[in-house]
């Protein structure tokens, strides 16, 4: 869809690689590639076979496992040395935080009244981007500090599990209700991607 490709329902692959091959050197970008790995493995061998000036960046968590792939491991983003504005000013995390924060509506300003907060609250993210966006899209609705009182059950789960991700996920779910709960778990049964329609189904269930 992104590409603007109609799609045939017996071979999307072959009718991708007919759209990228003329375009000459080209970059493709394909994210969250573990949900589907061995289908996306499947379409980058067949792109960059019959396309050889395209490019294909796939982030994923899981290695495709293919001929010519060079892996880029990347670390989680360093945490703020201190509370020290300056310190917390230059920091990737603190700016990412601050910035998605603005999007999404929330008026956090970066003083000495919230320096503490804006530290503990980034070194849970465990510098992880995704982390901190997540958290970031909900200071709109909840000041900082009560933010922090939340995530409490979350340092537990982060000692406690070796993927901070998970962790962060499981932290996410249990600050859930019973009726939220209940529709993730309904939906934990599926795999893949799912249509509005059945969204609707489930939550009015």
Do not use: K, W
């Amino acid at each position: 869809l992104t590409l603007g490709v109609q799609l045939p329902t017996d071979d999307a692959a072959s009718a991708v690689a007919r759209f990228l091959a003329p375009l000459g050197r080209t970059l493709l970008v394909l994210d969250g590639c573990e949900v589907a790995l061995d289908g996306v493995a499947s379409l980058v061998a067949l792109l960059v076979a019959e396309c050889p000036l395209l490019t294909v960046v796939t982030t994923s968590r899981v290695p495709l496992r293919l001929d010519g792939e060079v892996l880029l491991q990347l670390e989680p983003l360093p945490e703020p040395a201190s509370d020290e504005l300056p310190v917390l000013q230059a920091n990737p995390l603190v700016r990412l935080l601050l910035d998605r924060a603005h999007d999404s509506g929330a008026d956090v300003t970066l003083d000495a009244t919230v320096a503490a907060h804006v530290l503990s609250l980034v070194r849970r993210c465990g510098g992880l981007p995704l982390a901190v966006e997540l958290v970031a899209a909900q200071l709109a609705a909840i000041a900082v500090g009560d933010m922090l009182d939340q995530l409490d059950q979350l340092d537990q789960m982060l000692r406690d599990d070796l993927d901070p991700l998970r962790a962060i996920a499981r932290g996410s779910y249990a600050l859930l209700d019973d009726h939220e709960a209940a529709v993730f778990r309904r939906f934990a049964v599926l795999d893949g991607s799912i249509g509005l329609a059945l969204v609707r189904q489930v939550v009015s269930g």
